[in-house]
C-alpha cells in the first residue's frame, strides 16, 4: 500500500466511502423525521375528530377507514366507533383526553398512528429503502470505476518517471523522459531531461578531458623514454643541459 496508485485509489474511495455514508445518513435521518412528522399530523387529526364527533353529529363526521376511532362522552359512554357498535376499549389502554375550552370533553381511542401501519405505506417504505440501498451499491460501484481510472491516470505517469530516472543512475541517457501528467509530474519529468542532458555533457567532456590528458601525457613521456634510451646507448651525450632538459619534461609530467 506503499505505492502513489494504492493511496491515490485509497484516498478517493475512503473520501467517496464518508459522503455517501453522509448522505445515507442524512436520508435515513430525513425518511424518519417525516415519518415522524405524518404519526403526530395523524394524533392531531384523530383529536380533532374526536371533538368534532364530540360537539356535532358523529354520523356528519368523516373518519379515513384505515384509523380505528372510538370516541367517549365524558361519562365514558361509547358515542362514536368506525369498527362497529360492539367495539369496546382493549384492556390497558388508557383513553386520549379531548380538550375544548381547556375543559375534558370526552375520550377516544385509535389504534397507533404510524405511517407503516398502512399496507401500502408499508410497501412504499419497503420500495424506498430498497432503492436507496441499490443507489448506494451503484454509486460505490461507480466510485471505485472512478477512482481505479483517476488513480491509474495519476500514478502511470508518476512510474514512468520514476523507471526513468532509475534507467539514469544506472547509466542509461539514451532514453528520454515522457513529460506527461500532472504539472508537477511533468516538471519532474523536464527536469529529469535536463539532468540527463547535463549527464551527457558531463560524460563527453569526461571522454575528451581523458583524451586531451592522454595525449598530453604521451607526448612527453615517449621523448623522455627516447632521450634516456639515446643516453643508455651511447648515442647521446649525458650533459647537465639535457639532463636539465628531461627534468624540465618531468616537472610537465607531474604537473599534468
Given at each position: 500500500?506503499?505505492?502513489?496508485?494504492?493511496?491515490?485509489?485509497?484516498?478517493?474511495?475512503?473520501?467517496?466511502?464518508?459522503?455517501?455514508?453522509?448522505?445515507?445518513?442524512?436520508?435515513?435521518?430525513?425518511?424518519?423525521?417525516?415519518?415522524?412528522?405524518?404519526?403526530?399530523?395523524?394524533?392531531?387529526?384523530?383529536?380533532?375528530?374526536?371533538?368534532?364527533?364530540?360537539?356535532?353529529?358523529?354520523?356528519?363526521?368523516?373518519?379515513?377507514?384505515?384509523?380505528?376511532?372510538?370516541?367517549?362522552?365524558?361519562?365514558?359512554?361509547?358515542?362514536?366507533?368506525?369498527?362497529?357498535?360492539?367495539?369496546?376499549?382493549?384492556?390497558?389502554?388508557?383513553?386520549?383526553?379531548?380538550?375544548?375550552?381547556?375543559?375534558?370533553?370526552?375520550?377516544?381511542?385509535?389504534?397507533?398512528?404510524?405511517?407503516?401501519?398502512?399496507?401500502?405505506?408499508?410497501?412504499?417504505?419497503?420500495?424506498?429503502?430498497?432503492?436507496?440501498?441499490?443507489?448506494?451499491?451503484?454509486?460505490?460501484?461507480?466510485?471505485?470505476?472512478?477512482?481505479?481510472?483517476?488513480?491509474?491516470?495519476?500514478?502511470?505517469?508518476?512510474?514512468?518517471?520514476?523507471?526513468?530516472?532509475?534507467?539514469?543512475?544506472?547509466?542509461?541517457?539514451?532514453?528520454?523522459?515522457?513529460?506527461?501528467?500532472?504539472?508537477?509530474?511533468?516538471?519532474?519529468?523536464?527536469?529529469?531531461?535536463?539532468?540527463?542532458?547535463?549527464?551527457?555533457?558531463?560524460?563527453?567532456?569526461?571522454?575528451?578531458?581523458?583524451?586531451?590528458?592522454?595525449?598530453?601525457?604521451?607526448?612527453?613521456?615517449?621523448?623522455?623514454?627516447a632521450q634516456f634510451e639515446g643516453m643508455r646507448d651511447g648515442v647521446l651525450e649525458v650533459s647537465p643541459q639535457r639532463l636539465e632538459k628531461n627534468l624540465r619534461e618531468i616537472d610537465r609530467v607531474q604537473e599534468l
Amino acid at each position: 500500500m506503499n505505492g502513489l496508485f494504492a493511496r491515490t485509489l485509497l484516498t478517493i474511495l475512503g473520501a467517496l466511502l464518508i459522503l455517501v455514508a453522509v448522505l445515507a445518513g442524512l436520508t435515513f435521518l430525513g425518511l424518519q423525521r417525516s415519518l415522524g412528522e405524518w404519526d403526530r399530523a395523524r394524533g392531531a387529526q384523530m383529536s380533532e375528530l374526536a371533538l368534532r364527533v364530540l360537539s356535532e353529529r358523529p354520523a356528519e363526521v368523516s373518519v379515513p377507514d384505515n384509523a380505528p376511532l372510538f370516541v367517549f362522552d365524558a361519562a365514558g359512554n361509547l358515542v362514536f366507533s368506525n369498527r362497529g357498535e360492539g367495539a369496546r376499549r382493549r384492556t390497558g389502554e388508557q383513553p386520549t383526553p379531548v380538550l375544548s375550552g381547556g375543559s375534558v370533553v370526552g375520550y377516544y381511542l385509535t389504534g397507533e398512528a404510524h405511517f407503516r401501519n398502512d399496507a401500502a405505506n408499508a410497501r412504499f417504505i419497503e420500495s424506498l429503502r430498497s432503492s436507496l440501498w441499490a443507489g448506494l451499491g451503484l454509486s460505490l460501484a461507480i466510485a471505485l470505476a472512478v477512482g481505479l481510472l483517476f488513480s491509474r491516470s495519476l500514478s502511470a505517469p508518476a512510474t514512468r518517471v520514476a523507471r526513468a530516472l532509475d534507467r539514469i543512475t544506472h547509466g542509461d541517457l539514451s532514453s528520454q523522459v515522457e513529460e506527461s501528467g500532472a504539472r508537477e509530474i511533468a516538471l519532474i519529468a523536464r527536469s529529469a531531461n535536463r539532468l540527463r542532458l547535463q549527464l551527457e555533457r558531463e560524460q563527453d567532456l569526461r571522454r575528451q578531458w581523458v583524451h586531451d590528458i592522454a595525449h598530453d601525457l604521451r607526448t612527453p613521456v615517449a621523448a623522455l623514454r627516447a632521450q634516456f634510451e639515446g643516453m643508455r646507448d651511447g648515442v647521446l651525450e649525458v650533459s647537465p643541459q639535457r639532463l636539465e632538459k628531461n627534468l624540465r619534461e618531468i616537472d610537465r609530467v607531474q604537473e599534468l
